[in-house]
């Protein structure tokens, strides 16, 4: 059978999907469970883009303050559903973010939930990991 424009829009849609699938990660492979982290940030940015949310800030107390690092959360329809709004954060709020760290040392978490200090209010982040907390949750920096 000779190729047509029939297939083209199949072809393309092809195309699309295995360039998204890619680009898409499972938790395991990039975060460890077995490594949680509590941390006090001061935000710095926040980008709602698809497919997860970032929040991009610097360790405002303990050891490690005035580090950078970077927090992926779900997607913003994932994040919306949980009660966040495009103005939920914004630049100089600080808050606690919990989450699993990144297997490869890198200064990236995959947060559970963001609590805002100013209000107290605890936020999920629609993590692909869960939102549950895990029993003990490890306090310090690494």
């Known amino acids: 059978?000779?190729?047509s424009l029939f297939?083209?829009?199949?072809l393309v849609l092809g195309l699309l999907t295995a360039a998204t699938g890619e680009a898409h990660h499972s938790f395991p492979a990039q975060y460890d469970i077995d490594k949680p982290i509590t941390l006090t940030v001061k935000v710095s940015k926040v980008e709602w883009t698809n497919p997860h949310?970032?929040?991009?800030?610097?360790?405002?107390e303990g050891q490690?303050?005035?580090?950078a690092w970077a927090f992926e959360m779900g997607g913003p329809n994932t994040l919306l559903r949980k009660g966040w709004k495009r103005d939920s954060l914004k630049p100089a709020d600080v808050v606690v973010i919990e989450g699993s760290l990144a297997r490869d040392g890198s200064n990236?978490?995959?947060?559970?939930?963001?609590?805002?200090?100013a209000t107290g209010r605890k936020l999920f982040a629609g993590s692909s990991g869960g939102d549950e907390i895990p029993a003990a949750p490890a306090n310090e920096a690494r």
């Open 64 to 67: 490690q303050t005035g580090t």
């Open 1 to 3: 059978m000779k190729p």
């Open 108 to 117: 990236l978490v995959n947060a559970r939930s963001v609590t805002l200090q």
């Open 53 to 60: 949310i970032f929040i991009y800030g610097e360790v405002s």
């Open 7 to 10: 297939h083209l829009p199949a």
